[in-house]
């Protein structure tokens, strides 16, 4: 019985005690809707990437102290100062960006928006298909980037502003030679073409052909960059590629293609399903390869 007096005189007795005033709520939400407001944000820029960095960092942090790692604490402990700097630096478009959207949006907006990010409808879907299928045959170069989770804002304002629903022939146009809007990239927010003649990152990777040009390297640094889901239709061929992951994906059927919009489509569905029918997929292009 003593140990249970114990308990509740200097574990439960404080909180009883504690006096909750309206000022307290009022204090509590504000911190509330500022640590949502935080966390959207890092989700949203390459500061996700750069948060799961930390939390590695920190998880080793951890394991040097109960372990004892002197120098390990040491170089954590005098590397802490020029690291915030470091990151203060790197991240001052995104931080500016953000206090801009501060004085800019509505606080109440982001709870009422009930836009899934990163779908699209079944009619965007046939148009996309349809406006790669037409510019291949014409042989015409396009790069269309579709916007999932990670947002483009930074690639779409290297562009001109289209803000308009898809459609084939407005894609077609769009990238019809000797056209104002033709060169660059198109960005695609759920249902719309906000952007055109955009500037993607360019991807290192070494393994890309070297019989590929600035449009599919493009495509490939969008998707190493961010989440995007990016179509690629070549000049030179006309073949239709697809980006996505930091992978290109070549030469897909219209059949093909429509599967992958698809699975962008229904990107919130169970992530399982999702990666059994992209392995489905990767196999039925094998099998469709070796047989050509």
Known sequence: MDTIRDFFSNYVSPFILLRITVIDVIEILLIAVLVYYV???VKNTKAWALLKGILVLFAIYVLAALLGFDAILWIFANGVGVSITAIIILFQPELRKALEQLGK??????FFDSREEGLISDKSVNELVRAAVELGKAKT??????ERTVNL????????????VITAELLINIFEHNTPLHDGAVIVRGDRVTAATCYLPLSDNTRISKELGTRHRAAVGISEATDSFTIVVSEQTGGVSIAENGELTRRVSKEQLRERLL????????KDNKEGRRKK??????KGAGTR
Do not use: C, H, M
């Open 263 to 270: 699975l962008f489509q229904n990107s919130a569905a169970d």
């Open 281 to 286: 997929f990767l196999r039925n292009i094998r």
């Open 105 to 110: 949006k509505s606080i109440v907006s982001p």
């Open 153 to 164: 804002d930074e690639y779409e304002a290297t562009g001109i502003k289209v803000d308009a």
């Open 39 to 41: 966390i959207k944000w």
């Open 141 to 146: 170069g396009a790069l269309i980037v579709l």
